[in-house]
Nanobody
Framework: QVQLVESGGGLVQAGGSLSLSCVAS????????MGWFRQAPGKEREFVAA????????NYTDSVKGRFTISRDNAKTAVYLQMNSLKPEDTAVYYC????????????????WGQGTQVTVFS
């Protein structure tokens, strides 16, 4: 089992920045890919960004490209999401997830999930 704990959410004005963190514990592996997903009120959960532990390959949904940056620290088994130029439409609960294999954009391919952290962007 892998436990994921997110932190760093909060309330920010449009144009501002927030940094999310996710620390993994338990049976972590360098083969895991880590992703961030979000769910806005009344909407389906959607892919935001993901990164592979071993190759550093990162992938983003189009709406956050150039604004969000995903990174990870293998020594701390942590993954981060730096969010800049935030918009009200970025308001959502953000979830960290880990997968042992599969497509990194597909949430059904993720095996472990955190409980989420709220991000609220006001204009």
């Amino acid at each position: 089992q892998v436990q994921l704990v997110e932190s760093g959410g909060g309330l920010v004005q449009a144009g501002g920045s927030l940094s999310l963190s996710c620390v993994a514990s338990g049976r972590t592996s360098s083969r895991y890919a880590m992703g961030w997903f979000r769910q806005a009120p009344g909407k389906e959960r959607e892919f935001v960004a993901a990164i592979r532990w071993s190759t550093y390959y990162a992938n983003y949904t189009d709406s956050v490209k150039g604004r969000f940056t995903i990174s990870r620290d293998n020594a701390k088994t942590a993954v981060y999401l730096q969010m800049n130029s935030l918009k009200p439409e970025d308001t959502a609960v953000y979830y960290c997830a880990a997968q042992m294999g599969g497509h990194i954009r597909y949430q059904q391919d993720y095996d472990f999930w955190g409980q989420g952290t709220q991000v609220t962007v006001f204009s």
